[in-house]
């Protein structure tokens, strides 16, 4: 590791800490994207020294239309610890301008050595939530600086784990307070969220790192991210694979 890059590390894990935006870096340093990764591992690291394990994976940049929007032509990868994980309420007075998003989950029940294991290793499938939170002022940031910052991962929550099944097309919903706010399908994810669970897995044996059994792999959006607000219901729901709830205060 870059001991150079430390202080962006502690820029970002400081801004998560103390709910505070800050400039992206790109605005005055040179940061290209394995030093953005360097920067995530960092951000990670710091967290596992505060006492977090590490849970799974979030994949980013899975839809067509926000690889356009970045000017880029591959996902990107984000790490989850335990302390991300939200069992049923989530504090957005802790957040800077938390946005969600629905998502499908994989369930890893063996270790992933290479992408030909991912689709064997899955052992379920659940419906799930992201909240992001980009730690960036005014959500401004290129493509290292959003990499640097663990793809912006805040939370995420599950619904009930599935035995696996085919999820390349399934409708999904997100609704707060009752009122359907976003919809889609689970195809905007890569075509179909496997893929993205593939990509996870190439992704992770490029940097060395094994996909162990427990992780979940957050696969991506199937909708638009929007703004959570506090003091709010929120359901996603996927066809055949239930639906997550969370409350905010
Ligand atoms: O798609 C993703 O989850 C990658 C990060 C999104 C960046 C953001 O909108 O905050």
Do not use: C
Not at 147 to 153: E, L, T, V
């Amino acid at each position: 590791m870059n001991p150079h890059l430390e202080p962006f590390a502690e820029i970002l894990d400081e801004a998560v800490l103390h709910r505070r935006a800050v400039p992206r870096l790109t605005g005055t340093a040179e940061l290209d994207v394995p030093s953005a990764y360097e920067v995530q591992r960092m951000v990670i690291e710091r967290r596992l020294a505060r006492g977090e394990s590490l849970l799974g994976v979030k994949m980013g940049f899975t839809s067509r239309a926000k690889m356009v929007q970045m000017g880029v032509d591959d996902v990107i990868w984000g790490l989850l610890t335990d302390a991300m994980l939200i069992e049923s309420q989530v504090d957005t007075a802790g957040l800077i301008h938390p946005r969600i998003e629905p998502e499908i989950a994989f369930l890893l029940e063996r270790p992933v050595r290479t992408p030909a294991d991912a689709v064997a290793a899955v052992g379920g499938i659940a419906v799930g939530y992201e909240v992001l939170d980009s730690r960036y002022e005014g959500f401004s940031f290129a493509l290292p600086d959003v990499i640097a910052d663990n793809a912006s991962a805040s939370g995420f929550g599950l619904g009930p784990w599935h035995t696996p099944r085919n999820v390349g097309n399934v409708g999904m919903l997100l609704e707060i307070d009752g009122r359907p706010v976003a919809s889609g399908s689970s195809a905007a994810i890569l075509g179909d969220p496997t893929r993205s669970l593939i990509a996870a897995a190439r992704l992770a044996a490029a940097a060395g790192i094994e996909l162990q059994p427990g992780w979940v792999i957050l696969a991506g959006a199937a909708t638009a991210a929007v703004p959570l607000p506090a003091g709010a219901h929120v359901r996603v729901s996927a066809a055949g694979l239930g639906h997550a709830e969370v409350m905010t205060r």
